[in-house]
């Protein structure tokens, strides 16, 4: 038997939001293009001019158009990286062991396939950006922020290495959880050492161009970090306060 149910219905906003979106998604409206002007959107949508500004306001926060005052939107050529990175930060306000675990998880997955397309697709001039990195952090082992800092640049050079902008942009979004964790971890010396040994044989396997090798060592080394967090470290500094 079938309840009664009350479906609430689109508002004009929100559907306006959706069209223009969806004409985005079949490529109607291409990244790097002007949208039609305010006038002509509002004669096909038949919506009002107060009612189109509202709807192209959210799509302006959300990164997918860009508005230029004077000249009109824009489709955004690249999102902003706030706009899906805001989506996590109600996960990390609350450091409850699921979200801890699914964000190493997340980490296994990103960092795993990152590596993976590093060691293939790695030039010459990357491993000596990469070398330069686990000599720096080398000679900071007994400074723990400095280790913090250059342990979180190793992940990103191997991000921006891998050069794949879906995989670059979802790491991005994790970047200054990342980063806090990392700080936080450098506090005990044998993580750092242990941080530092890995650091090298994951730049022998890029160097060697063994994919396969360098992601299992890469999951393998995250499944066993949220283990070793010291207790003098917590709670980790994953909800930061970011700028923007």
Do not use: W
């Not at 964000?103 to 000596?128: H, K, P, S, W, Y």
């Not at 970047?175 to 090298?200: P, W």
Request: hydrophobic residues 40%; glycine residues 4%; positive net charge.
């Amino acid at each position: 038997m079938l309840m009664n149910i009350r479906l609430e219905t689109v508002s004009t906003v929100d559907a306006a939001v959706n069209y223009i979106k969806k004409q985005i998604e079949d490529g109607v409206f291409k990244p790097g293009e002007q949208i039609p002007s305010e006038r002509k959107l509002q004669q096909s949508l038949g919506i009002s001019r107060y009612t189109l500004r509202e709807a192209l306001a959210k799509l302006s926060a959300l990164g997918i158009i860009r508005i230029a005052h004077g000249k009109g939107a824009f489709v955004s050529i690249d999102m902003k990286r706030s706009s899906l990175g805001d989506v996590f930060l109600p996960l990390f306000t609350n450091q409850s062991p699921q979200n801890i675990f699914d964000f190493f998880e997340a980490r296994m997955i990103l960092e795993g396939e990152a590596v993976e397309l590093a060691a293939m697709r790695r030039t010459d001039a990357d491993l000596t950006r990469l070398k330069d990195i686990i000599h720096r952090s080398e000679a900071a082992i007994d400074d723990a922020q400095r280790f913090g800092e250059l342990d979180f640049l190793f992940h990103v050079e191997i991000s921006r290495i891998a050069s794949n902008v879906f995989i670059q942009k979802m790491m991005e979004c994790l970047n200054d959880y990342v980063k806090g964790y990392l700080q936080a971890i450098a506090c005990d010396a044998e993580i750092r050492r242990g941080s530092h040994q890995t650091h090298i044989k994951i730049y022998e396997c890029i160097m060697k161009k063994e994919p396969k090798k360098v992601k299992r060592l890469t999951r393998d080394r995250l499944s066993r970090m949220v283990k070793a967090i010291p207790r003098d470290c917590f709670p980790l500094p994953l909800s930061m306060d970011k700028k923007r």
